[in-house]
């Protein structure tokens, strides 16, 4: 299987995810599979798989470290180096989109305000989650603040 095949099945891999946040939030599917920490810990399970092969069994890019620019430049230089970051990104971004639910229902974020931020989190990470915070200082439901309601 090729870096490329890997890369298109971990990104198809979340999708279901994404979507069922979208378009069942509350169902019992959703519950079960995004809120569970299944996805997490199967994006978490391969992302130590590709870092053990990069980092310990020398599979990656030679010279990689995390301790500068240069190096980490070097990691991500191998396309397995690209399949740890991107992973890396994957899971957050969806832990992040995940917590983003929980909160706007326990908070009563309505939906419709919800699913543009999820759709930013999925793609920008950092932007999603900070238009979410937007969106719950705006409707009121909510500051800036990452306590739980």
Known sequence: MTYETVYTLINLAVMPAWLLLAILPRSTITRTVVHSGLYPLGLG???IVTLSMNMFFGMGAEGGTF?????VSQL?????????GWSHYLVFDLFTGAWEARDAQRRGVPHWMLV??????????PVGLLLYLAVRLASGKGGWSLMEA
Do not use: D, K, N, R
Request: aromatic fraction near 22%; glycine fraction near 12%; hydrophobic fraction near 55%.
């Open 45 to 47: 399970v391969f992302y």
């Open 67 to 71: 301790t500068s620019a240069a190096g």
């Open 76 to 84: 991500f230089s191998h396309p397995l180096g690209i399949l740890v």
């Open 116 to 125: 543009p931020c999820l759709f930013f989190t999925l793609m920008f990470g």
